[in-house]
Each structure stands twice: as C-alpha cells, then as structure tokens.
T-cell receptor, first 111, second 111 residues
Framework: GNSVTQMEGPVTLSEEAFLTINCTYT??????LFWYVQYPGEGLQLLLK?????DKGSNKGFEATYRKETTSFHLEKGSVQVSDSAVYFC??????????FGQGTELSVKP | EAGVTQSPTHLIKTRGQQATLRCSPI?????VYWYQQALGLGLQFLLW???????NRGNFPPRFSGRQFPNYSSELNVNALELEDSALYLC??????????FGQGTRLTVV
C-alpha cells in the first residue's frame, strides 16, 4: 500500500542551525510529493512540492529532492529561524489522487 | 480567489449528539478530503470525495459519514458523538493529482 514515514519529533534547534527532516515513502506508481507546514493555531499550508523523480522543490529557503532510488523526500534548510517553529508534514498524492500524510514532525527553534 | 472555507469555526456538542461540519472547496476543485487532527497527533485520514463520489475512507467507525454535493462542497457528519471525537477537523480541496489546499478547520469539542 501507500504510506509516508517521517522522523519523530520534536526536533529542537538553535537559530541558524541546519535542518533536516527525513521522509520516506512507499507507493505504487509514481506519486507526487509534498511538504506542508502548520504554524501554531493555523491550518496546513503547502511549503513545496515535486512531481517526478529528481525534481527539487524549494520555497522560503527550504528544499527537498524527490529521490526515487531511495524513496525519500527529505526536507532541508541551511539556516533556521525562530519563525520556522511549526509542525511539518510530508505527503504524497497517488496517480489516482489519494492524498496521504506522514505523522508530522514538530520543529522548535530557540533564539 | 477564495480559499477553502470551513464552517463553523468552533462547535461544542454534548455526548450522543450529532455534528455537521461543512466545507467549500476552491472554485474548480473537484476533490475534497477530510482529516481529523486530535491534540498532539498527526492527521488521520477520514474521507475523500471526488466528482461527487466517495473514493476512499479511513479507519473510522460508520458514525463518521459525509457527502459531496453537485457544486463540490462537502459535509462531514458525526453521529452519536463521543468525548474522543473532540479534535480539529480539516478539509482540503484539490484538482486530482495536484497539491491540496487546506481550510482553517473546525474545532469540535464534545462535552
């Protein structure tokens, strides 16, 4: 079946540290991959996406590369800020349109 | 362009009552997803509607049900409410195989 697995949180970093949140997936066919972010008290917002192998999605300094050989879509940012504190969700969309989320990873950035 | 709208924002019900939550997708979107987000937990997939039909449902009891109307708006009904149904209920809409956009959610509290 289709599933998404993320590293467990919470992840606590100091400001300007490097961030990696791991995400791996299992899927039949060729899914599209997404990262969503949920700031405290808000709904989910799309952060970035990649629709085919080797695509790199990027937004607001965050990047993730669609790696088919390792079935991964790890989220990275070179220098995090306090304002990046949020819950991050990795997700995939199957070719049939079903949307599946990982369990979410809470990030806390300290000044 | 209006985003995904959910109503009501907050809903307080007593055990055993029924709750009805509503979602209006972005204009032109045909898929609607419902998720439950209990405190401290990730997104639990509830239901997926596309083109007026239920495409998939998550591992929830039958008292969770819904429908999608000809204008693609959707309702989620929860019968015989239990205390553990208290959660944030999120609706998202998409064009099939593209990214989903989320509403701000309905906070359901069962007392």
């Amino acid at each position: 079946g289709n599933s998404v697995t993320q590293m467990e949180g919470p992840v606590t970093l100091s400001e300007e540290a490097f961030l990696t949140i791991n995400c791996t997936y299992t899927a039949t066919g060729y899914p599209s991959l997404f990262w969503y972010v949920q700031y405290p008290g808000e709904g989910l917002q799309l952060l970035l996406k990649a629709t085919k192998a080797d695509d790199k999605g990027s937004n607001k300094g965050f990047e993730a590369t669609y790696r088919k050989e390792t079935t991964s879509f790890h989220l990275e940012k070179g220098s995090v800020q306090v304002s990046d504190s949020a819950v991050y969700f990795c997700a995939l969309s199957t070719p049939a349109g079903k949307l599946i989320f990982g369990q979410g990873t809470e990030l806390s950035v300290k000044p | 362009e209006a985003g995904v709208t959910q109503s009501p924002t907050h809903l307080i019900k007593t055990r055993g009552q029924q709750a009805t939550l509503r979602c209006s997708p972005i204009s032109g979107h045909t898929s609607v997803y419902w998720y439950q987000q209990a405190l401290g937990l990730g997104l639990q997939f509830l239901l997926w509607y596309d083109e007026g039909e239920e495409r998939n449902r998550g591992n929830f009891p039958p008292r969770f049900s819904g429908r999608q109307f000809p204008n693609y708006s959707s309702e989620l009904n929860v019968n015989a409410l239990e205390l553990e149904d208290s959660a944030l209920y999120l609706c998202a809409s998409s064009l099939r195989v593209s990214e989903a956009f989320f509403g701000q959610g309905t906070r359901l509290t069962v007392v």
